[in-house]
């Protein structure tokens, strides 16, 4: 008997003890889910103050914002592309297409990227790489206005009217009510293309 009741005590030891881990390392879990939401916060708030600095034209204490944020979340592709925004224009071409394309590596359909490359190489006259990246941003968002110009214009430059004219009115059909000169200038366009 005495055998039996040690056997059923080590059962009830061992199951506490497997509870006690359990429980240690969901608390574990818990604590690290709850500083990595910390930091998530914290970023969102950087980022936030980035582009308020931003609207400021403060641009490099903008970047050091953006950095921060990237460095509190590495999984958001929105910071690295913001501190790539800082280079753009600042005039800094190749380090602003190293961060637009850090924040592709995180997320290969984040549109601002691909809108943010487009511009980048539509500074660089390169109509062919601009033309490939504001096709994958209005892909990858169909409502984005000023990539669905941009993209017109591409098709503009490089010949292409049918497809000028229809990313044209596409823009019309989605553009803010803010945006009534370019809503002008594409029907402008529109109207010199179709002669």
Do not use: W
């Amino acid at each position: 008997m005495a055998k039996m009741e040690m056997v059923k005590y080590l059962k009830a030891l061992t199951l506490v003890l497997v509870s006690l881990i359990v429980l240690s390392f969901t608390s574990v879990c818990a604590q690290s889910e709850e500083s990595k939401l910390k930091d998530v916060s914290e970023a969102v708030k950087l980022n936030s103050d980035g582009i308020g600095l931003l609207q400021r034209g403060e641009v490099l204490d903008a970047r050091k914002k953006f950095e921060s944020a990237h460095d509190k979340d590495p999984l958001s592709p929105e910071y690295p592309n913001n501190v790539g925004f800082t280079y753009l224009l600042l005039k800094d071409e190749e380090k602003a297409e190293t961060y637009f394309k850090k924040s592709l590596e995180i997320n290969p359909d984040f549109f601002r990227a691909h809108y943010n490359l487009g511009v980048l190489f539509q500074k660089k006259d390169n109509v062919a790489k601009a033309l490939e990246y504001y096709k994958t941003a209005t892909e990858n968002n169909p409502d984005f206005p000023e990539a669905r110009y941009n993209l017109a214009l591409m098709y503009m430059r490089k010949g292409d009217k049918k497809k000028a004219i229809e990313s044209f009115e596409i823009f019309i059909k989605i553009a803010s009510p803010e945006m009534k000169q370019p809503v002008q200038d594409a029907k402008i366009r529109i109207s010199e293309l179709s002669k």
